[in-house]
């Protein structure tokens, strides 16, 4: 089998490794395409719809997250038809959305948000009432869940299967009833498991340490190394105007701690 592939998207042709995507392909030469349950340290699953694109030759669009560039193939991302996709699924995904972005912690930083600014409709046509869940849930004395703003996405529940190895939180009920939980009488117990609050696309798991106290715009950023213990993790401290540490992020670095920060460096550094 032939180590690269070339194919052409919107009138660009491009080479990639055999085995990447179409998404990972159109990246490669500066082209957009939204996504949320994506991320490329997970395996693709094509649970959000968002990054469909138009192949020619195929009957139907596809997710370009989860379908491997071919030799040859002719993808659009700029048709009609594709960016009525893409504004039809933010539509349906905001159907049942908070509209709290003034106080979601997510708000500023929040790829909902962007991806909805730049593909998204310019108004609502729902005129029913939003479901509505009791909140904040509180999976662990760290982490607590918003339901009404989740995705689905599954981000979260593939990070503790595939990285953290620890399932501590699933995906319960079904179609318009999913939430995200943890198995009854048990927390969130995973030593990860701040990195889900990171990955989530919209705001649904927040920090209880963090929870309301800043704004994205008012942070200052440092970078750093994590002193908790011998691995020397790379690590974001947050400040709000440089006068109160407010919170720790993971920090890339593939050699040492390939991007991700385990709690004891998140929250009690």
Same mark, same amino acid.
């Given at each position: 089998?032939?180590?690269?592939?070339?194919?052409?998207?919107?009138?660009?042709?491009?080479?990639?490794?055999?085995?990447?995507?179409?998404?990972?392909?159109?990246?490669? !030469? *500066?082209?957009?395409?939204?996504?949320?349950?994506?991320?490329?340290?997970? =395996?693709?699953?094509?649970?959000?719809?968002?990054?469909?694109?138009?192949?020619?030759?195929?009957?139907?669009?596809?997710?370009?997250?989860?379908?491997?560039?071919?030799?040859?193939?002719?993808?659009?991302?700029?048709?009609?038809?594709?960016?009525?996709?893409? #504004?039809?699924?933010?539509?349906?995904?905001? !159907?049942?959305?908070?509209?709290?972005?003034?106080?979601?912690?997510?708000?500023?930083?929040?790829?909902?948000?962007?991806?909805?600014?730049?593909?998204?409709?310019?108004?609502?046509?729902?005129?029913?009432?939003?479901?509505?869940?009791?909140?904040?849930?509180?999976?662990?004395?760290?982490?607590?869940?918003?339901? =009404?703003?989740?995705?689905?996405?599954?981000?979260?529940?593939?990070?503790?299967?595939?990285?953290?190895?620890?399932?501590?939180?699933?995906?319960?009920?079904?179609?318009?009833?999913?939430?995200?939980?943890?198995?009854?009488?048990?927390?969130?117990?995973?030593?990860?498991?701040?990195?889900?609050? #990171?990955?989530?696309?919209?705001?649904?798991?927040?920090?209880?340490?963090?929870?309301?106290?800043?704004?994205?715009? #008012?942070?200052?950023?440092?970078?750093?190394?994590?002193?908790?213990?011998?691995? *020397?993790?790379?690590?974001?401290?947050?400040?709000?105007?440089?006068?109160?540490?407010?919170?720790?992020?993971?920090? #890339?670095?593939?050699?040492?701690?390939?991007?991700?920060?385990?709690?004891?460096?998140?929250?009690?550094?």
């Amino acid at each position: 089998m032939a180590d690269t592939v070339t194919l052409t998207i919107d009138g660009q042709t491009v080479t990639v490794e055999a085995g990447a995507t179409i998404l990972e392909a159109a990246a490669g !030469i *500066g082209i957009e395409i939204p996504v949320f349950c994506n991320h490329p340290k997970l =395996e693709p699953i094509g649970a959000c719809r968002q990054c469909l694109v138009e192949v020619e030759g195929m009957p139907k669009p596809i997710a370009s997250c989860c379908t491997p560039a071919a030799e040859g193939m002719i993808v659009h991302t700029k048709t009609p038809t594709v960016r009525q996709m893409w #504004e039809a699924n933010l539509e349906f995904l905001l !159907i049942n959305h908070p509209l709290d972005c003034p106080i979601c912690d997510r708000g500023g930083e929040c790829p909902l948000q962007d991806n909805t600014f730049a593909y998204g409709p310019r108004d609502s046509r729902f005129e029913y009432a939003k479901r509505k869940y009791a909140k904040p849930v509180r999976l662990s004395d760290r982490i607590l869940l918003d339901r =009404e703003r989740c995705i689905q996405c599954f981000r979260c529940v593939r990070f503790q299967k595939e990285i953290a190895d620890e399932p501590d939180i699933q995906m319960f009920s079904r179609g318009y009833y999913d939430y995200i939980d943890t198995a009854p009488g048990r927390e969130f117990e995973s030593q990860f498991s701040g990195n889900t609050i #990171e990955l989530c696309p919209v705001g649904a798991l927040t920090s209880a340490v963090f929870r309301f106290r800043a704004r994205p715009w #008012e942070i200052k950023s440092a970078e750093s190394v994590c002193v908790n213990c011998g691995v *020397g993790c790379n690590i974001r401290i947050d400040a709000r105007n440089y006068r109160e540490v407010v919170r720790f992020l993971s920090r #890339e670095n593939p050699d040492v701690d390939d991007g991700w920060l385990c709690d004891r460096g998140r929250f009690d550094s």
